[in-house]
């Protein structure tokens, strides 16, 4: 498995595309709705990975509850996989928790699916797979 980006979730995504875009003198990537995740996203380059900010397009969506309990920072690592149905099932097979059973669209025309934090010692895993 390969990582694929760390999504860090931001409450103003112009101020954190400033801020990330000079530290790691990447370009600016397109912001991108994701309706299925009820966010916003951009994603800079970081050598062979990305990082992907993420600010919520609704108040009720799963990042604006953790914004609003833990402010910016570091929300989930996702890792490439060559199915994402076939690492979440992976994952129930042996008693794991997921937050999604099967795959859903994501950003870039990827699939996606998360692993609940229970499953990674605390740590939001998002598979992903595509384009």
């Given at each position: 498995?390969q990582?694929?980006?760390?999504g860090?979730?931001?409450?103003?995504?112009?101020?954190?595309l400033?801020?990330?875009t000079?530290?790691?003198?990447?370009p600016?990537?397109?912001?991108?709705?994701v309706p299925?995740?009820?966010v916003?996203v951009a994603f800079?380059?970081?050598?062979?990975s990305?990082?992907?900010?993420?600010?919520p397009?609704?108040g009720?969506?799963?990042v604006?509850?953790f914004?609003?309990?833990?402010g910016?920072?570091v929300?989930?690592?996702?890792f490439?996989?060559?199915?994402?149905d076939?690492?979440?099932?992976?994952?129930?097979?042996r008693?794991?928790?997921?937050?999604?059973r099967?795959?859903?669209?994501?950003?870039?025309?990827?699939?996606?699916?998360?692993?609940?934090p229970?499953a990674?010692?605390?740590?939001?895993?998002?598979?992903?797979?595509?384009?």
């Amino acid at each position: 498995m390969q990582l694929d980006h760390v999504g860090i979730a931001v409450a103003d995504l112009p101020r954190a595309l400033a801020r990330w875009t000079a530290v790691l003198g990447a370009p600016e990537g397109p912001v991108e709705e994701v309706p299925s995740n009820r966010v916003r996203v951009a994603f800079l380059s970081a050598g062979g990975s990305h990082v992907e900010l993420v600010t919520p397009s609704d108040g009720g969506s799963p990042v604006a509850k953790f914004l609003s309990e833990r402010g910016d920072g570091v929300h989930h690592l996702a890792f490439a996989v060559p199915s994402v149905d076939r690492a979440l099932a992976d994952l129930v097979a042996r008693g794991e928790r997921v937050v999604d059973r099967v795959a859903r669209p994501g950003a870039r025309g990827r699939r996606v699916g998360f692993a609940h934090p229970a499953a990674f010692g605390g740590v939001l895993v998002e598979f992903v797979e595509g384009p």
